[in-house]
């Protein structure tokens, strides 16, 4: 038995076939663990979503903006502009597929591997105990009946400095850009999410998320993806107890998975076009 943890795969169909294919996925036995942003840019985002879910319990899938973005476009909320969406709002399955999505978690732990895996990554000022009781509070809110109300405030990037007083959309806003969004923080915890530059730039006196150094989540092994430029060492993965598997599949790179149970990664070659 294996659990593996797999990067943004972006309806990149055929690719993630050829990734099950080369770690020889036994659905009787092992365990795939995604870390978000399954849908959009790709061009095959339905069979993903069709295929992930018809996995049932041998799959686990934490959400990702785009995820998100696919919430907030099937109610309509928001002005769609270049996804690749359609397929998924035009098919016939499309609420089951919907359903199962906003039950899928904001950040997972899993207790036998020690791992937590999360899209985008954590602000300094929350330990892992934090982060996981407040992906809670996220997750309440998709699954509840004022989805609709969150969706209309989820969209912005401020406020940009966590308070335990943040209330309503403004909570709820900062616990969506900090679980999906984030790649930098400034000295004073406050969230970047315009810069995507590579993390050994540091722009502006930035730190990378993981490498700020009041984080208080050091010391907990976390899983991301979201971050298609970041080029991590094996030093640097260790250094700070992070392992990022996004290689930027729906933009030509590759589509990664990390058995968690001995830390190898398997790959397989874009057959996209594109450049981030």
Request: glycine fraction near 8%; aromatic fraction near 8%.
């Amino acid at each position: 038995m294996a659990t593996y943890a797999i990067g943004d795969v972006q309806g990149c169909y055929e690719e993630l076939c050829a990734l099950l294919d080369l770690i020889r996925f036994d659905p009787a036995e092992d365990r795939l663990c995604f870390a978000g942003d399954l849908v959009n840019r790709g061009p095959k985002s339905l069979e993903v979503l069709r295929l992930i879910e018809g996995l049932g319990d041998r799959t686990l899938n934490v959400l990702g903006n785009h995820d998100l973005h696919l919430i907030a476009a099937a109610a309509h909320v928001r002005e769609r502009k270049d996804d690749t969406l359609d397929e998924i709002l035009n098919a016939d399955d499309r609420e089951q597929l919907l359903a199962w999505l906003r039950r899928c978690p904001v950040m997972y732990r899993e207790p036998d591997l020690d791992f937590y895996l999360v899209h985008a990554g954590l602000p300094p000022q929350w330990n892992s105990d934090d982060a996981m009781r407040l992906a809670g509070e996220l997750e309440d809110c998709l699954r509840g009946p004022r989805l609709e109300d969150y969706l209309d405030g989820m969209y912005g990037n401020q406020p940009d400095l966590w308070r335990d007083a943040l209330k309503g959309q403004d909570r709820m806003r900062f616990l969506t850009n900090a679980f999906t969004r984030v790649r930098f923080c400034r000295r004073d915890g406050s969230l970047d999410l315009k810069e995507k530059g590579v993390s050994s730039e540091k722009p502006g006196g930035l730190y990378p998320w993981y490498a700020h150094p009041e984080r208080r989540n050091r010391g907990s092994r976390i899983v991301f993806g979201h971050w298609a430029t970041l080029k991590m060492s094996e030093r640097e993965e260790k250094e700070h107890g992070v392992y990022h598997i996004d290689q930027g599949c729906v933009w030509g790179g590759a589509l990664t998975a990390l058995r968690m149970d001995d830390m190898r990664r398997f790959s397989v070659a874009s057959r996209q076009q594109k450049s981030a």
